[in-house]
């Protein structure tokens, strides 16, 4: 961790928050907002960094989900077709982004993303 990194709360997070925020992050990669959703129910009450950082993953998960079926409805008309990998590679590379200043302490707030769960 970085010096002076604090969360949201701003209480510097332990090593071991910021290690399920990190996993919060990664997991959406894999498992869509299937991931963000299991480690935050699983943690949300006890660590008030993965609290913040869980529900900052789902709910980009979840736009990335909502991204997903606009670009496989609008493939027909090809759009889709360039949409899909736009929104792949911004998931991949935002998650990534997010798992590293997690990993550090610091809550990230992805800059494309719809606030579903607050």
């Given at each position: 961790m970085s010096e002076?990194?604090?969360g949201a709360s701003g209480v510097a997070p332990s090593?071991?928050?910021c290690t399920w925020a990190l996993v919060c992050h990664l997991s959406g990669i894999v498992l869509g907002f299937l991931g963000p959703l299991i480690?935050?129910?699983i943690q949300k009450e006890?660590?008030?960094f993965v609290d913040d950082q869980g529900k900052e993953a789902l709910n980009f998960q979840l736009a990335v989900l909502i991204a997903s079926i606009i670009s496989a409805?609008?493939?027909c008309i090809v759009i889709g077709f360039i949409l899909m990998p736009v929104v792949?590679?911004?998931n991949i590379v935002f998650s990534i982004i997010a798992a590293v200043a997690a990993n550090?302490?610091?809550a990230y707030r992805y800059p494309v993303?719809?606030?579903?769960?607050?």
């Open positions: 002076g990194s604090v090593k071991e928050e480690f935050w129910l006890k660590m008030p409805a609008t493939a792949i590679i911004g550090k302490g610091e993303t719809i606030r579903f769960i607050k």
